[in-house]
């Protein structure tokens, strides 16, 4: 079984919002950063948010800064990232990540190359 799984995808219009879940099951990562990315159609997969543990500190992309919001909650196991304003930019299939070991260095939260585990990723389609 994947460790990570993603739902709460779906089909939105220009404005509205989304949550979308990350659940985690047979390890547990609450010591460690975790992310969400996404990928466009004819895209090439792209950071969209992570959240460290400690704080939790939050980090965007700059397309979704201020409109999308991710959280943890360690006691559930479960990541979130709601999304607001949403545009038809946004559709794409959006993907959990966490790493295989600790991550702490912000500096590589964007990376994808910093992740072991991907869930099998949700749809959000924005209608204009």
């Known amino acids: 079984q994947a460790p990570l799984a993603e739902s709460g995808g779906g089909l939105v219009q220009a404005g509205g919002s989304l949550r979308l879940s990350c659940g985690v099951s047979g390890r547990t990562f609450s010591k460690s950063a975790m992310a969400w990315f996404r990928q466009a159609p004819g895209k090439e997969r792209s950071f969209v948010a992570a959240?460290?543990?400690?704080?939790?500190?939050?980090y965007y992309a700059d397309s979704v800064e201020g409109r999308f919001t991710i959280s943890r909650d360690n006691a559930k196991n479960t990541v979130y990232v709601h999304m607001d304003s949403l545009k038809p930019e946004d559709t794409a299939v959006y993907f959990c990540?966490?790493?295989?070991?600790?991550?702490?260095?912000?500096?590589?939260?964007?990376?994808?190359?910093?992740?072991?585990?991907w869930g099998q990723g949700t749809q959000v389609t924005v209608s204009s």
């Open positions: 990540a966490a790493p295989g070991s600790p991550l702490y260095n912000s500096a590589c939260f964007d990376d994808e190359q910093s992740y072991d585990y």
């Open positions: 959240i460290d543990w400690s704080t939790p500190r939050t």
